[in-house]
């Protein structure tokens, strides 16, 4: 078991984004990924975190943690390398949007290569190392999804519905006539890969940037076979898949479900079943259904997916915030990738496993004999070890057979394309075509000697023999890369023309030896010159000037006629057939011009449908808000009334008590009123008859005596005035207390009755009863000393009162008291 591996990798801005001069989002630190929403209000929390196996920081090269593709390589393209030579099967694939740096990450710049070169590199690197104990066999195979239709980018032609998907029972799904490339160094991957490449970018060009739509899977098949310890055979096959997707913006896999699914499907299915794919994984629901079989990528991807496979993601993303959401529905994505879980196991060869399950088990056998000859186990063990020789002869001679046929193939270069096989040389050849005999079967290719002759005849012994022919019928001589036919015995023509002397011949002659034997010669390294030197020559061309002054007999002329005509016919229906195939890539294009509006509209859509939903997540959480500080309004509110009616309940009960007090004091107040009267009375009864007012001495005080006259100080009016008086400050005070009690009650009665000027109010009463009290205190202490001992209600015949002027004098105060 093993999990998905994921990377993150952030590219540079590009010139667009430095133009609108484009704000950073994404940060990084370790394995953690951050993006940031430069949109948000303050206040909201406006990043996101993930957390990868790697992210690979690759925005400023002079940055210390920039991420190289050396980097990256060494971190996951080693692994690839690895798992590849353990007999894993590996998948290494890269997913963004488009311009967010796949392409760059697994092909790169030819000065700053990326995954895929560096991976076959180390492959072959590593290769050479080992090659003393192992034997390899790798092939390469390219091709390209579009639109659900899969073309081989290694092949000269792909048929106009794509190649067809199929499903081996055992080793699964394959493309039908994908062509294989049997390769035995880098620069050999390096040319299929740059070919692969181009015909990608052909097309790119041809149908409006499909790179961005398509997706390409470069395929590594990788067999490894040899004598392991104590000469165990050992044989393993991997297959590496190393993906460039579509770019991601061209259907939102990661929640497609209902309409969504449906407008991505008519996008981009691969991507949208990618996306189910994962999530369906991701969920690791046991036994849930996974769409493989919806889209050709999922169903060629099976195995990377959830299957028998060590796969790595690479999630490649935009720094701009212009991005912002395309690269957060790419890291959600690759987030959800991490859950996916494989279970690689070893591709072992079946028959090297059996060989190796029997000597286990001889071992074990061996191990129970011991000491003592069991017959039984001993009869078991020799027929496995028979079994385990005979099974191991049998792999090493199918071994051997398979290295010879693989030393052939690598020297002449037999390869399969398509329905075909290639027969290919990279050294000079004869390819012999049988004219006469109809029974011959097979294609004969003949190397010329390198540097020397080469003896073609009929004689036993010859180095090229051919029956029919005179026993040294003639030699082709190559040296320093030119070849020349020097007829000796026989009769020899080349293209046609019969020669007698020495004649150079060049990629593409037609030799013919005898009246029976008709041999091409190619020479690769020629072929190559003319290629790219653009010189293409038909073989009508070759014929058509050259030899029109030459003296041919009447057969080889008719001969010339009719090869004219055929090439005349020849020429015109390749014309129509060419102009056919414009008018057809022409509505083509139209189709595809449509199609993308129509995508864009749709895509448009799906935006705006998007940013909607996003308004009514917003105004719902703003709803939310508002209901929750309703809520506590609410609560303070039922707090203030509870409060309320504290206090409410304190003034009724305020009300009461001032009430109570207010009648009290009243009862009270008549009473001393009455008092006073009573002792006015009594006062002014004394007075009339023993003495008269007049000012006072200045001595500290007074004594009354029967025998001197005395004068009472202050008069009536000033006693009255100071509010001592007969309108005593005591009565004066108990009508300002009537009328502040009043002016509360008022405002009791009152409902906007304000609070503070109530409780002033209060406040005031309180001070004026305080004030009330005191001087009833001091009036009954005036009444205290005397030998009767009377309260303010004395009667008339009481002893005559001193009054005491100091204090009079010193606190404006009078205090009367009784000796
Ligand atoms: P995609 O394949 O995802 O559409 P490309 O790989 O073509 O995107 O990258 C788009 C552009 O960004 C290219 O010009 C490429 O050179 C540049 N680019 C991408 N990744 C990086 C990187 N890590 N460092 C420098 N340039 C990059
Ligand atoms: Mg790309």
Redesign the pocket.
Known sequence: MASVKVAV?V??F?QRELDMGAKAVIRMDGKKTRIVNLSKTAGDVGFKDFTFDHSYW?FEPSDPDFATQEQVFEELGTEVVASAFEGYNACLFAY??????????MTG?PDDPGLIPRICEAMFGKMQEEQEDKNYRVDVSYLEIYNEKVRDLLASSNPSGGLRVREHPRQGPYVSDLSHHLVTCYDHVAQLMERGNRARCTAATNMNDTS?RSHAIFTLTFRQAGLGAEGLPCETTSKVHLV?LA?SERADATGATGQRLKEGAHINKSLVTLGSVISALAEKRVGSFVPYRDAVLTWLLKDSLGGNSKTIMVA?ISPADCNYSETLSTLRYANRAKNIVNQPTVNEDPNVRLIRELREEIYKLRGLLGEETQPKVLAELQQKEAKEKSLTAEWAEKWRETQAILREQQALGLRKAGRGVVLDSDRPHLVAIDQDDRLSTGVTLYHLNRNGDTVIGAAEGSDIVLPGLEPHHCIVTLKDGIAVLTPKNGYCSVDGLATETSSRISQGSLIGLGRAHVLRYNDPAEAAQLRKEGRVMSRSSLFGGSTSDLNLNVEERELETERRRLAREYEERKRQLDEERRRLEERQREAEEQLRLREEKLEEQRRRIENKKEEELEKREELQELEKRVVERLATLQERQKRVAELDAQLEAAREEVETARLALKERTEAELQAMHKRRASLSLALNGRGRLGPPSSDDSFHTATDQPQTLWPPDSALSDSGLGLASPGEALARKVAQQKEKILTALEDENCDKEALNDHIAHLQELQREQIRLETKMNGNFKGGPARRPLEAEVDEPPITVRANAFRRHSAFELSSP
């Open positions: 990798r590219r540079p590009n690759s963004g949007q488009t311009g967010s740096g796949k392409t760059f990450t710049p961005s460039d770019g490649a």
